[in-house]
Each structure stands twice: as structure tokens, then as C-alpha cells.
């Protein structure tokens, strides 16, 4: 049966971070880490020399040695990285297995995926927006075939994203959304398909998408059974950074996840 486990938002700690809670069998996994920054540490753009992403790093002690980000392309791709091998052409997500090295992806908007294989230690950190949906299942099938990841040792994160409440689209988007994420996984029991949101929404002649239903579709679908969701929307969370809140001076947000 899927476990999904919710939670909100927490800046108490860290006023620049949230961390997040990887969760297995109802327990917090130890060791690994993750998060997301907030609209208050800066725009964290990977490109460029602003200030923001070495401030945070320093702020969270953490080397920015160890730090891996990428050039993202809202795409499918996934790559294997580590210190001897990193990230050398744009993607959108990163999976490791190196505890020296923490990823990195930036999102305003867009959902970002964490993942923890509890048995082996490996670990992966996605990109996540309507035209990369899918590629949670990419990032899964690499583990597997370097690190032979299970599904179901699998702990999966659904940070901060715009909510079905406001991603709104046209109609043939949504139409085309629902055709590829919205059938609910076969062999799932009653109990785990009731969990599972319509992937899509109208709202008299407006449509809207749900990428963290998306999301749980395809991770439960391909076997994990361990998912944990944050509360909340980007677009209506002003400690956020959002794209269509904010316009073209948007805040991108630093997603983290390793062993920091």
C-alpha cells in the first residue's frame, strides 16, 4: 500500500531554509538531508555570479565545493553524477550515490522531486515542471541500473510547487496532461487509488494541472510506496519564489539534497 505523508512548511528554524523530512515505514530517515530555500535567501540562478547561492551554502555550512546545479531545460533528462563525474551538459535532474556530493536544482513553480534509497544510500534530486513530468520514472530506472534501487526501498519527496488551486492552462494541455499521467496505476489496491487526485481540474471553461498528483501517480506506479508531500503553493506563499507571481524578476529557489 502507498503511504503518503504530509507536511508544511517550516522556516522557524532557518529563515533562508526549510528542510524536509525523507520518510520510510513512518520513520524519518537518518543521515540524508533536504530542503528548499526561501524567497527571503535571494534568487538562487546557477548561472551568473549573484551573491544569494554562496551566502546560503555558508549559511547552512556547507561547502560549496560539494554543491552540484546544472543548467535545466524543462526536459527528461536525468544524469548520474558525482565528484569524478559531474554534471556536464543542461538536464534536469541528478542522481548520486556519493555522500561528498549534495544536488542541486532550482525551481519557481516547478515541482521539485527528492529520493532516497534507504537500502543502498543513493539519492536523487529532480526538476520537475508540466513538460518534464515523467521524469521521476527516468530517475528511477537509472538508480536501478546503477545501483540496482528498488522502488520499494524508495522514499520519495514532493517539495514546495504551484498548486492545481492556481496552475492554471489551456484546455488542450490539460487534455494532453491527463492523457499521458491521469490513468491510475495498475495493480494498485482501493485503498492506495483513493489517494490518488484527478491529475487535472476544470473549473467552468478554465483548466487546471495537479503535478504533485502526477507525481504520486507515476512514483506509485513504479513501485514506491513511501511518499511524503508538502502543504502549500508557490503562487500563494509569498516566502516563495513563483513565476507567475512575481513576473520576469522571479525568484528561483535552491533545491538541496545529500548528505550535508
Known sequence: MVKIYSFDLDFSARPLFAPFPFVFDGVPAAGISCGISSRLAGDMVFSGDKPARPALFKALNLAASRVYGLAQIHSRQVLAVDRLNPPAVPADGMVSADRETVLSVTAADCLPVYLFDT??????????????????????????????????????????????????????????????????????????????????????????????????RLLAGAGVRNIAVCGGCTFTDDRLGSFRREGAAYTRMAALCGYY
Not at 520499494?152 to 492556481?166: K, M, N, T
Request: glycine share 10%; charged share 20%; aromatic share 8%.
Open 119 to 216: 537500502e543502498t544510500g543513493a539519492f536523487g534530486l529532480l526538476h520537475s515542471g508540466w513538460k518534464g513530468t515523467g521524469i521521476v520514472t527516468r530517475a528511477l530506472e537509472l538508480m536501478a541500473g546503477r545501483w540496482h534501487t528498488r522502488p520499494e526501498a524508495v522514499a520519495a519527496v514532493l517539495g514546495p510547487c504551484i498548486d492545481s488551486c492556481c496552475y492554471q492552462v489551456d484546455e488542450a494541455r490539460a487534455a494532453a496532461f491527463a492523457a499521458e499521467f491521469g490513468a491510475v496505476p495498475p495493480g494498485l489496491a482501493a485503498a492506495d487509488a483513493a489517494l490518488l487526485k484527478p491529475v487535472t481540474r476544470r473549473e467552468g471553461a478554465r483548466w487546471y494541472l495537479d503535478l504533485k498528483a502526477a507525481n504520486i
